[in-house]
């Protein structure tokens, strides 16, 4: 049994309403035609053209991509190489909406969709239609991801409402406004992916958004539905942590196909039911835009592409410089060096995190000293695996179990060296290529950077 980090984040927490707030529109927006390692859209404007508010901008013409579109009305500004969180640049489109840009109106129900008793089959090219992905850390897209699980007959299709790093709550947030609507998504997944069971999963500092979903449960008189609460403490609220605590397996990849579960974020299911609801594409997701540098710290419907300095103007700016901006959380989150990268369906917190608890000590070499090994809930020695990426011995990395690392930083956190071990693990991965397929895929293997005892 792996020992779970108790991390204290009632104060990251307590700066962060559980209300999700409407700011007005971005005046520009970056939409990248790859998130991470999925194909590629294929642009379908050109530079100059007005587009409105929900309007297809880029075609998933390769299997595996998903469409794009505008989240306002607007002006194609640019088309190229533009910014991107993770790659780096990769093409994308520029939107610039003026003054007022318009919103997304609905435009009901997707009757077509709706329809019949074949949903289950028409919904796959729907989600690719309406550019829907999972909205956690990989962002794989939703059709693909159920097409590869529906082969193995699910029993279970698990929902995960966790926030499980500190200052995000976003999850939280969405349940407690919209609780029916994510139950009504989740019901539209599970029938898509042919599931006998649903299981929602929360944790216990999260008990108020837990017992109202399990309200709208009672109600609805669903006995195929649960909700089930995970500890208050990290990683257990990751994909494969939930899985091992509500199906009693181990953390390792081979739990869901050996279970016959799927699981998907509980932002995607708030999705699924606006796509097939009210026929709105994917353009905007919940975000949590905290840290001790922000005005205001709150929980934003963001429009995707927005830029990161944009989006910290939505909570009233940054009162000082930042020791570090991160995309998601602080164990396994994304450093970023400059203001100018989009949001992404992916991004469930933006982070503008104080210098005085982002302090990185200088390393030292391993001491054996096991607590990273005590630490793993994939059973692996972390530090076996950083030994064998820092002499680029990668198939003894292989061989030592590295494809079961669910990247969680854990290891780092804990580690009295101070090695950046989740960035050798993820060099590793990317140097063993597609054999291994990243949990985070497409992320980069940052430290994490609470100071050593913050919040332990």
Same mark, same amino acid.
Not at 1 to 6: D, E, I, N, P, V
Not at 71 to 80: E, L, W, Y
Not at 247 to 263: D, E, F, S
Not at 413 to 426: E, G, K, T, V
């Given at each position: 049994?792996?020992?779970?980090?108790?991390i204290d984040d009632k104060k990251a927490q307590s700066l962060v309403s559980w209300a999700i707030k409407r700011p007005r529109a971005p005046q520009s927006v970056i939409m990248p035609l790859r998130y991470g390692?999925?194909? %590629?859209?294929?642009?379908?404007? $050109?530079?100059? !053209?007005?587009?409105?508010?929900?309007?297809?901008?880029?075609?998933?013409?390769?299997?595996?991509?998903?469409?794009? *579109?505008?989240?306002? =009305?607007?002006?194609?500004?640019?088309?190229?190489?533009?910014?991107?969180?993770?790659?780096?640049?990769?093409?994308?489109?520029?939107?610039?909406?003026? @003054?007022?840009?318009?919103?997304?109106?609905?435009?009901?129900?997707?009757v077509e969709v709706m329809a019949g008793n074949g949903r289950d089959r028409s919904l796959l090219p729907f989600f690719r239609d309406m550019g829907l992905v999972d909205l956690d850390a990989a962002m794989q897209?939703?059709?693909?991801?159920?097409?590869?699980?529906?082969?193995?007959?699910?029993?279970?299709?698990?929902?995960?409402?966790? @926030?499980?790093?500190?200052?995000?709550?976003?999850?939280?947030?969405?349940?407690?406004? *919209?609780?029916? $609507?994510?139950?009504?998504?989740?019901?539209?997944?599970?029938?898509?992916?042919?599931?006998?069971?649903?299981?929602?999963?929360?944790?216990?500092? !999260?008990?108020?958004?837990?017992?109202?979903?399990?309200?709208?449960?009672?109600?609805?008189?669903?006995?195929?539905?649960?909700?089930?609460?995970?500890? #208050?403490?990290?990683?257990?609220?990751?994909? @494969?942590?939930?899985?091992?605590?509500?199906?009693?397996?181990? =953390?390792?990849?081979?739990?869901?196909?050996?279970?016959?579960?799927?699981?998907?974020?509980?932002?995607?299911?708030?999705?699924?039911?606006?796509?097939? $609801?009210?026929?709105?594409?994917?353009?905007?997701?919940?975000?949590?835009?905290?840290?001790?540098?922000?005005?205001?710290?709150?929980?934003?419907?963001v429009p995707l592409g927005t830029r990161l300095e944009e989006a910290f103007r939505f909570c009233g700016g940054l009162l000082r410089d930042p020791g570090r901006v991160l995309i998601n959380g602080p164990m396994?989150?994304?450093?970023?060096?400059?203001?100018?990268?989009?949001?992404?369906?992916?991004?469930?917190?933006?982070?503008?995190?104080?210098?005085?608890?982002?302090?990185?000590?200088?390393?030292?070499?391993? @001491?054996?000293?096991?607590?990273?090994? $005590?630490?793993?809930?994939?059973?692996? %020695?972390?530090?076996?695996?950083?030994?064998? +990426?820092?002499?680029?011995?990668?198939?003894?990395?292989?061989? %030592?179990?590295?494809?079961?690392?669910?990247?969680?930083?854990?290891? +780092?956190?804990?580690?009295?060296?101070?090695?950046?071990?989740?960035?050798?693990?993820? !060099? =590793?991965?990317? +140097?063993?290529?597609?054999?291994?397929?990243?949990?985070? #895929?497409?992320?980069?293997?940052?430290?994490?950077?609470?100071?050593?005892?913050?919040? %332990?």
């Open positions: 049994m792996f020992r779970a980090l108790k390692s999925e194909p %590629a859209a294929e642009a379908c404007v $050109e530079t100059g !053209q007005h587009v409105r508010a929900g309007e297809k901008i880029a075609d998933a013409l390769a299997p595996g991509a998903v469409n794009r *579109h505008a989240p306002f =009305a607007g002006k194609v500004t640019r088309m190229g190489y533009l910014p991107h969180p993770v790659l780096g640049e990769t093409p994308g489109i520029e939107i610039h909406g003026g @003054d007022f840009p318009e919103s997304f109106t609905s435009a009901g129900p997707a897209p939703l059709h693909t991801k159920i097409a590869e699980a529906r082969g193995s007959a699910l029993d279970v299709l698990m929902i995960n409402g966790c @926030d499980p790093e500190p200052y995000i709550t976003s999850n939280h947030a969405l349940a407690m406004s *919209h609780a029916l $609507e994510i139950l009504k998504g989740a019901e539209i997944l599970r029938q898509a992916a042919g599931a006998r069971h649903l299981v929602l999963a929360f944790q216990k500092n !999260q008990m108020e958004a837990a017992e109202i979903v399990r309200s709208k449960i009672f109600f609805l008189r669903w006995e195929h539905a649960e909700v089930v609460i995970q500890p #208050s403490a990290y990683p257990y609220g990751l994909n @494969d942590l939930v899985l091992w605590h509500v199906l009693g397996t181990n =953390a390792r990849g081979a739990a869901a196909a050996k279970h016959r579960a799927l699981v998907l974020n509980l932002a995607t299911a708030f999705a699924v039911y606006e796509a097939v $609801e009210q026929g709105k594409p994917l353009i905007e997701r919940a975000v949590t835009i905290g840290g001790e540098c922000v005005v205001e710290a709150k929980n934003v419907c396994a989150g994304q450093a970023q060096t400059s203001l100018e990268v989009p949001v992404l369906p992916g991004t469930a917190a933006l982070l503008a995190l104080a210098k005085e608890i982002t302090v990185i000590r200088e390393t030292l070499p391993c @001491d054996r000293c096991g607590l990273c090994v $005590e630490i793993c809930p994939s059973d692996l %020695a972390p530090a076996g695996l950083v030994l064998a +990426a820092e002499r680029g011995e990668w198939q003894d990395a292989r061989a %030592a179990g590295i494809e079961h690392c669910i990247e969680c930083g854990g290891c +780092a956190f804990i580690c009295p060296s101070r090695l950046p071990m989740a960035h050798f693990i993820h !060099q =590793a991965k990317a +140097a063993l290529g597609p054999v291994i397929r990243s949990p985070r #895929s497409g992320g980069s293997g940052v430290r994490p950077l609470l100071a050593p005892g913050v919040g %332990a």
